[in-house]
């Protein structure tokens, strides 16, 4: 009789396939990677909007000056024109103030179509189906982003070239010894069509602002729970304060508070 002999215990019994070991992932080659860097354009795309973030609020801060009438606006605009006279010419400042802000808005727009474009590259046709409430906003910022670069082209020839049809009727352009800031706000504002888009462009802003502010926190590598809740606070806090106090100017006007 023969005897049957269990197979060892530290043993596994013969599967009659090769065991190999497993294979190490192989890191993409440097020249392979794609260049600039995922990391690259969001930090861009975070010091861009922060800046614009900044900027943001202190326009409208300065745009509530309306409610002080049409001499201490206009006195404000003026200044901005004549900011470090006689070190610089006139109106010298603002236009640094605007190749910064160009030069953001390229990188920002840039860097935002290039990780979009990898993003859909990436996922192919295997895409996610439908749409959830806490993706909603990451998903609308393309969207909204558009829409806001669309009002500030709008924005500039409104109220800044004076171009018609965008600038009212009674345009009057500024000069070095006088300023009509209020009176060309008034009348665009008084067009309820642009009063309109006005109040949606901002409330559009203010759900850019409170996403993008919060991205700005996880973009440049904030990982404390305090530090982000503090970031997300501060995001909640400035998108609302430049969405309600840019809509309060347009309800203002309409309302007859503002003439």
């Given at each position: 009789?023969?005897?049957?002999?269990?197979?060892?215990?530290?043993k596994?019994p013969?599967?009659?396939?090769?065991?190999?070991?497993?294979?190490?992932?192989t890191?993409?080659?440097?020249?392979?990677?794609?260049?600039?860097?995922?990391?690259?354009?969001?930090?861009?795309?975070?010091?861009?909007?922060?800046?614009?973030?900044?900027?943001v609020l202190?326009h409208?801060i300065?745009?509530?000056k309306?409610?002080?009438?049409p001499?201490?606006?206009?006195?404000?605009?003026?200044?901005?024109r004549t900011?470090?006279?006689?070190?610089?010419?006139y109106?010298?400042?603002?236009w640094?103030?605007r190749?910064?802000?160009?030069?953001?808005?390229?990188?920002?727009?840039?860097?935002?179509?290039?990780?979009?474009?990898?993003?859909?590259?990436?996922?192919?046709r295997?895409?996610?189906?439908?749409m959830?409430?806490?993706?909603?906003?990451a998903?609308?910022?393309?969207?909204?982003?558009?829409?806001?670069?669309?009002?500030?082209?709008?924005?500039?020839?409104d109220?800044?070239?004076?171009?018609?049809?965008a600038?009212?009727?009674?345009?009057?352009?500024?000069?070095?010894?006088?300023?009509?800031?209020?009176?060309?706000l008034?009348?665009s504002?008084?067009?309820?069509?642009v009063?309109?888009?006005?109040?949606?462009?901002?409330?559009?802003?203010?759900?850019?602002?409170?996403?993008?502010?919060?991205?700005?926190?996880?973009?440049l590598?904030?990982?404390?729970?305090?530090?982000r809740?503090l970031?997300?606070?501060?995001?909640?806090?400035?998108?609302?304060?430049?969405?309600?106090?840019?809509i309060?100017i347009?309800?203002a006007?309409?309302?007859?508070?503002?003439?």
């Amino acid at each position: 009789m023969s005897t049957v002999i269990p197979p060892r215990a530290d043993k596994p019994p013969h599967s009659g396939k090769a065991v190999g070991t497993p294979r190490a992932v192989t890191p993409m080659p440097t020249s392979k990677r794609p260049r600039p860097s995922n990391v690259t354009l969001k930090v861009t795309m975070a010091l861009t909007g922060t800046v614009f973030a900044l900027f943001v609020l202190v326009h409208m801060i300065g745009n509530l000056k309306v409610y002080t009438g049409p001499g201490h606006f206009d006195d404000y605009a003026h200044w901005l024109r004549t900011l470090l006279e006689p070190l610089l010419p006139y109106e010298g400042m603002l236009w640094i103030f605007r190749a910064v802000l160009a030069l953001c808005l390229v990188l920002h727009v840039g860097a935002s179509f290039i990780l979009i474009g990898r993003s859909h590259k990436a996922k192919g046709r295997f895409r996610r189906k439908g749409m959830s409430i806490k993706r909603l906003p990451a998903t609308l910022m393309p969207y909204t982003g558009l829409v806001l670069l669309i009002f500030i082209v709008f924005h500039i020839l409104d109220l800044t070239t004076g171009t018609r049809p965008a600038a009212s009727d009674h345009f009057v352009s500024t000069t070095e010894t006088s300023s009509h800031a209020y009176h060309n706000l008034v009348e665009s504002l008084q067009r309820w069509p642009v009063a309109a888009f006005y109040i949606l462009v901002m409330v559009l802003l203010g759900t850019h602002l409170v996403h993008g502010l919060w991205s700005v926190v996880n973009d440049l590598g904030a990982t404390g729970h305090r530090t982000r809740r503090l970031g997300a606070l501060v995001a909640l806090v400035v998108a609302a304060a430049v969405m309600i106090g840019n809509i309060s100017i347009p309800i203002a006007v309409l309302a007859g508070l503002v003439s």
